[in-house]
């Protein structure tokens, strides 16, 4: 098992520092009598990811970090010969590695916010279908390279191209998404090469665009009344990534934000809730 894990690490030297820590875990689940790793719990690897170092001293936040990365790797390998496996490093949850975070919305921001595009005088059609693609886990440099080529209306799928270093993926629209697209589509009648969300004029550059529309989400935002330190347009992104989490699992949630690792997932998507 540490053999197939250490395998898919990319490199030699995070393969041989993270395969020592799975192996000090294996000497931990012994000495507590944890013959094989379907009988581990969250009890166990909070046990280890929290446990003092070999001089003694509190584990930094880096360390405790990379613990559970070294769990999360070993867990998610052993669901490869043991599908019906339990993960319990899911229910793991830490504190964040910095003090910039982004928390998701919950349901009922995520409904303000929807009204509060659709009565958008000016720019009703973008707004809704800027935050239909962020619900769709799009980012604010995605959505405005998005083109209706890239809709499938009927499936509710998106076609993300990602950005270094979100990876390219496809989206999910939501329920609300797939009709607001449906709807608009049926009205306008674009052409396949048309951007979704495009202004007149188009934008001089990608990072004039990116900032176009982190603007529109963040006003959209301010008029539901959903605001705070902890609030941005990636906000949205997350809740869509959180529903993906809740019908699917870490796995799927990873793959729908593009990005490398479960972990990283799991850092964005498990931030305690607050304004």
Same mark, same amino acid.
């Given at each position: 098992?540490?053999?197939?894990?250490? $395998? &898919?690490?990319?490199?030699?030297?995070?393969?041989?520092?993270?395969?020592?820590?799975?192996?000090?875990?294996?000497?931990?689940?012994?000495? &507590?009598?944890?013959?094989?790793?379907?009988?581990?719990?969250?009890?166990?690897?909070?046990?280890?990811?929290?446990?003092?170092?070999?001089?003694?001293?509190?584990?930094?936040?880096?360390?405790?970090?990379?613990?559970?990365?070294?769990?999360?790797?070993?867990?998610?390998?052993?669901?490869?010969?043991?599908?019906?496996?339990?993960?319990?490093?899911?229910?793991?949850?830490?504190?964040?590695?910095?003090?910039?975070?982004?928390?998701?919305?919950?349901?009922?921001?995520?409904?303000?916010?929807?009204?509060?595009?659709?009565?958008?005088?000016?720019? $009703?059609?973008?707004?809704?279908?800027?935050?239909?693609?962020?619900?769709?886990?799009?980012?604010?440099?995605?959505?405005?390279?998005?083109?209706?080529?890239?809709?499938?209306?009927?499936?509710?799928?998106?076609?993300?191209?990602?950005?270094?270093?979100?990876?390219?993926?496809?989206?999910?629209?939501?329920?609300?998404?797939?009709?607001?697209?449906?709807?608009?589509?049926?009205?306008?009648?674009?052409?396949?090469?048309?951007?979704?969300?495009?202004?007149?004029?188009?934008?001089?550059?990608?990072?004039?665009? &990116?900032?176009?529309?982190?603007?529109?989400?963040?006003?959209?935002?301010?008029?539901?009344?959903?605001?705070?330190?902890?609030?941005?347009?990636?906000?949205?992104?997350?809740?869509?990534?959180? &529903?993906?989490?809740?019908?699917?699992?870490?796995?799927?949630?990873?793959?729908?934000?593009?990005?490398?690792?479960?972990?990283?997932?799991?850092?964005?998507?498990?931030?305690?809730?607050?304004?």
């Amino acid at each position: 098992m540490l053999e197939l894990w250490a $395998s &898919q690490v990319r490199t030699s030297a995070t393969a041989a520092r993270l395969s020592g820590l799975i192996r000090r875990f294996g000497a931990r689940l012994s000495s &507590q009598g944890v013959a094989t790793l379907l009988q581990v719990s969250l009890e166990d690897c909070e046990g280890f990811v929290w446990a003092r170092t070999h001089r003694g001293a509190p584990p930094s936040l880096a360390t405790v970090h990379l613990r559970r990365t070294a769990l999360t790797g070993l867990f998610a390998t052993l669901r490869e010969v043991e599908p019906s496996a339990d993960d319990p490093t899911r229910d793991l949850l830490l504190p964040p590695r910095t003090t910039r975070q982004v928390r998701r919305l919950d349901d009922g921001e995520m409904t303000r916010v929807r009204v509060a595009a659709l009565g958008r005088a000016r720019s $009703s059609d973008r707004a809704v279908l800027a935050v239909a693609l962020a619900e769709a886990t799009a980012t604010s440099g995605e959505i405005p390279q998005i083109r209706w080529r890239d809709i499938e209306v009927a499936r509710g799928v998106v076609r993300l191209p990602g950005a270094s270093p979100i990876r390219a993926r496809e989206g999910r629209l939501s329920p609300w998404g797939q009709r607001a697209f449906a709807r608009i589509y049926r009205a306008q009648g674009p052409s396949p090469d048309t951007f979704v969300v495009s202004r007149r004029g188009g934008y001089a550059d990608s990072h004039t665009a &990116q900032a176009a529309v982190a603007n529109l989400l963040s006003k959209v935002m301010t008029a539901a009344g959903v605001d705070g330190p902890v609030v941005r347009p990636s906000s949205i992104r997350l809740w869509g990534a959180h &529903q993906v989490l809740l019908t699917s699992g870490i796995e799927a949630a990873t793959l729908a934000l593009g990005v490398a690792s479960l972990d990283t997932a799991r850092d964005a998507l498990s931030m305690e809730e607050r304004s």
